[in-house]
């Protein structure tokens, strides 16, 4: 993005209009269950969709004036243009049993699960390259397996 973007406004439901900046290099556009980060569209389950548009709407409400373009701002942030710090994203997930790496990866298996050990389809929707989905999806093929074996028995 050439720094242009519009200001980190957005609808109500933050659907259909440029919301803000991922790292402060993209545009992200919240449209028909899609997150679009630099012209490239990524599906969005009805969780992540959900908890998406909850936060852009507490944003709005917190932050109404704020020039900030980056998508996720704090109280030392939304009156700069500085992205949150790291420390600022993960301290939530200190001391407690899951990390934010545990997530993700229960969060891609949960997938791959629920639509099927597709590659293509976890590639698309996570952004992964083909060996690490085809990883997943062996992994999930293997599971359901286990679980169509145990079933059986």
């Not at 959900?50 to 109280?75: C, K």
Request: glycine content about 6%; charged content about 25%; overall charge negative.
């Amino acid at each position: 993005m050439d720094g242009s973007a519009p200001p980190a406004t957005c609808s109500a439901a933050g659907l259909g209009e440029p919301v803000g900046e991922v790292e402060g290099r993209f545009a992200v556009v919240l449209e028909d269950a899609q997150l679009t980060i630099a012209g490239r569209a990524r599906p969005l389950d009805d969780l992540t969709l959900e908890l998406m548009v909850e936060w852009l709407e507490y944003r709005r409400r917190r932050w109404p004036s704020t020039a900030n373009l980056n998508l996720l701002i704090n109280n030392q942030t939304a009156n700069t243009t500085s992205r949150a710090s790291n420390h600022w994203i993960s301290a939530p997930m200190r001391g407690q049993d899951a990390t934010l790496e545990w997530l993700r990866v229960d969060r891609q298996l949960e997938e791959a699960l629920t639509h099927g050990p597709d590659p293509l389809h976890l590639a698309e929707v996570f952004g992964l390259d083909e060996k690490t989905a085809m990883r997943y999806a062996d992994s999930a093929r293997a599971l359901l397996e286990q679980a169509a074996e145990q079933h059986l028995r």
